[in-house]
């Protein structure tokens, strides 16, 4: 049984994030005891989907704390000191809903989650009818709004002269992100900041696409910077008062220079993924820090892991992968919430302009190149030795895929995806187009010959 993907357990809600499964997985995690955090998203099958998860946390004999219907990071601020599970699946269509599980504000790690699967799989039993835990309510949400804009008082100037545009996209984010900006003191406009799981105005996942009309409606207003959420507002995107979307790798960098060279540390550390941009390292090291990289969806570990092996005078100030970020000062958790707090103060501070100036912004391509499940491991086998043949010049690494790395400072990254019948493509390149079509004919391939 194969539960959690790269971001919890999630799919559609008629034949895999079930009630049933619901409470199987709640039932599982109340087996290691104490005092859970409960919360959902504002999709439509939230509500029954955590009363069944509630049902399964008592039945093992746990206390549960209902938290209400919260963006995902506030159910991660409520899990600090116990443990907590969120019912959302994210950016994922409304058909789908899924579950995140979370301990003292981070999400769980590979071997709690492999525990969760074996219990589920083996049918956790409930415990003594004596044995029951009880249910109360909570009211965190208050807490946090107010916690995300003390943190963010910290950085950069008062945004009182700012205009923000946010478009909550229906999400979560309409019960925290417009609510932060305005106590910091900015001029905020919402759009679409009313929950709603169908989400009518746009599809939960904040795409160019998807945000185009917001993205016409910040460059015909008279806005100083843009922020996109997903369902959940985990996810963060950033739009430039011209309407234009700023690359995802250009705010982590912006954000990564900044806690790079705020650090009181001898020697801070920015977390991010293999597919990040080489302009986060250029910035980071600007700023007298250096970049350590973990495996999509596994910030987490790779703090703990920067945390556990460092010297004296090392700390992580900083980690992120694409429109998600961990501000390691406030909390562990992935939080689009204080990432728009944070930047509102820092273009407060120095415009959106200023900052990116300094940024080496070369051309970004992610591709998805077709590959069913069952190739998937013959596939990146055979890549590991037919990449670096193909390109002789380059360094390569195979601990998160395949990594090509070129002295021109140009990379390209191969690897499965963990969620979808995928193998992902990311490049960066003065020529990209060219690096990417000679690329792709040497995965292509090996998909093909691993069907074979």
């Known amino acids: 049984m194969e539960l959690f993907g790269t971001a ?3 799919g559609g809600v008629e034949e895999r994030v079930t009630p049933e499964l619901a409470l199987s997985v709640g039932r599982a995690a109340g087996q290691d005891g104490g005092e859970f955090a409960l919360g959902h998203d504002g999709r439509v099958t939230s509500p029954a989907l955590a009363d069944a998860v509630a049902s399964g946390l008592e039945s093992a004999g ?4 209902r938290i209400g ?3 995902t990071p506030t159910l991660a601020y409520a899990s600090q000191g116990r443990r907590g599970i969120m019912v959302t699946a994210s950016h994922n269509p409304p058909t789908d809903n899924g579950l995140k599980l979370f301990v003292d504000g981070q999400e769980y790690g590979d071997e709690a989650e492999a525990t969760i699967e074996r219990r589920v799989e083996n049918g956790a039993t409930p415990s003594p009818w004596t044995e029951w835990g009880e249910t109360i309510t909570e009211d965190i949400l208050s807490a946090y709004r107010s916690a995300v804009a003390d943190y963010a008082r910290g950085f950069g100037a008062d945004p009182d002269r700012l205009t923000v545009a946010v478009d909550c996209g229906n999400g979560m984010a309409g019960a925290a992100t417009p609510q932060v900006l305005r106590a910091l003191g900015a001029d905020v406009v919402s759009t679409e900041a009313n929950v709603d799981g169908h989400f009518p105005a746009r599809e939960s996942k904040p795409t160019p696409e998807t945000l185009e009309s917001f993205s016409r409606f910040v460059a015909d207003a008279a806005v100083d910077l ?3 959420h997903d369902g959940d507002a985990d996810r963060i995107v950033v739009v430039g008062e011209d309407g234009e979307i700023v690359h995802e790798d250009t705010v982590v960098a912006m954000l990564a220079e900044h806690y790079t060279g ?10 991010t993924t293999p597919n990040a941009s080489g302009r986060i390292d250029e910035r980071v090291e600007a700023a007298g820090g250096r970049v350590e990289r973990v495996r999509l969806g596994a910030l987490h570990e790779g703090i703990a892991r920067v945390r556990r092996d460092a010297m004296s005078g090392t700390d992580v100030v900083f980690a992120a992968e694409p429109w998600k970020h961990v501000h390691t000062a406030f909390g562990g958790w992935i939080d689009g919430v204080a990432s728009a707090a944070v930047l509102a103060r820092l273009v407060a501070a120095r415009g959106l302009d200023q900052r990116r100036a300094a940024i ?3 051309p970004y391509r992610k591709v998805s190149i077709e590959c069913p499940d069952s190739r998937k491991p013959a596939a990146m086998a055979a890549l590991e030795s037919e990449l670096p043949d193909a390109f002789p010049e380059s360094e390569v690494a195979t601990e998160h895929g395949v990594r090509l790395s070129f002295p021109d400072d140009s990379w390209v990254l191969v690897r499965p995806s963990g969620t979808e019948p995928y193998v992902r493509l990311y490049a960066e390149s003065d020529d990209v187009d060219a690096l990417v079509g000679q690329v792709r004919e040497v995965v292509e391939s090996a998909v093909e010959s691993a069907g074979g």
């Open 360 to 362: 080496t912004e070369r």
């Open 262 to 271: 705020a650090a009181t540390v001898e020697d801070p550390v920015v977390v």
């Open 8 to 10: 919890g357990i999630r």
């Open 226 to 228: 843009g922020i996109a």
């Open 69 to 71: 219907r919260v963006p």
């Open 62 to 65: 746990v206390q549960v704390s």
